[in-house]
């Protein structure tokens, strides 16, 4: 009888299929911190440090053996390309946000009498629909962020000498006129 470590079963790193609540998690904190990498990494590749700009801020890491390393214009798109798909993740982070302080929180964020709010007139009935309204809008901002994060991986492709999938590029320039309708509409609603 040998003494061997126990076998870890990890998932692959591109298996489809649900993401478990930590790596959404840490899916989430990578959308958000896209705005400012690719700041950053436009700001290193207009400054002359393209490897920086290309290993560090859009996270490429090293590229195989005999790759060409991408010239500055291929380096300032994915930068503003980054940026772009970064300020969507904010708007869905603020909206993430909202949906916590205004549904899990609800108790706690509004001390208005619950007459005319939904599931009131008691402040029980008022968090439990509240609660019941924000969890899904949880789940669904954590999908779209985790989202958001893998379509960034997907069009910075090419900085790591791969190939980017023929959608990614139609689906971020989706994903940025959507965040674009939101604010519109947003700011629409407004009193």
């Known amino acids: 009888m040998t003494n061997r470590p126990p076998v870890v079963v990890r998932r692959p790193a591109g298996s489809s299929g649900p993401p478990r609540l930590a790596e959404a998690a840490r899916h989430a904190g990578l959308a958000v911190t896209l705005f400012p990498a690719g700041a950053l990494a436009l700001c290193s590749t207009l400054t002359g440090h393209r490897e920086a700009a290309r290993r560090r801020w859009l996270r490429a890491g090293p590229l195989p053996l005999g790759a060409r390393s991408p010239g500055v214009a291929r380096l300032v798109f994915h930068g503003a ?8 993740a904010l708007l869905l982070a603020g909206a993430l946000a909202l949906a ?41 901002a954590l999908v779209i962020l985790t989202g958001l994060t893998r379509l960034n991986r997907h069009t910075t492709a090419p900085l790591r000498g791969e190939r980017r999938p023929a959608w990614a590029l139609p689906t971020a320039a989706l994903a940025v006129v959507l965040g674009l309708l939101f604010v519109i509409a947003f700011v629409h609603q407004l009193p």
Do not use: E
């Not at 390309?81 to 969507?88: M, S």
């Not at 007459?115 to 969890?135: C, E, I, R, T, Y």
């Open 100 to 140: 916590v302080a205004r549904g899990l929180l609800y108790g706690f964020v509004d001390r208005t009498p619950h007459v005319n709010d939904w599931g009131g007139p008691s402040l029980a009935g008022a968090w439990l629909a509240h609660f019941a309204v924000s969890v899904p809008c949880v789940a669904l």
């Open 81 to 88: 390309l980054t940026i772009l798909l970064g300020v969507v």
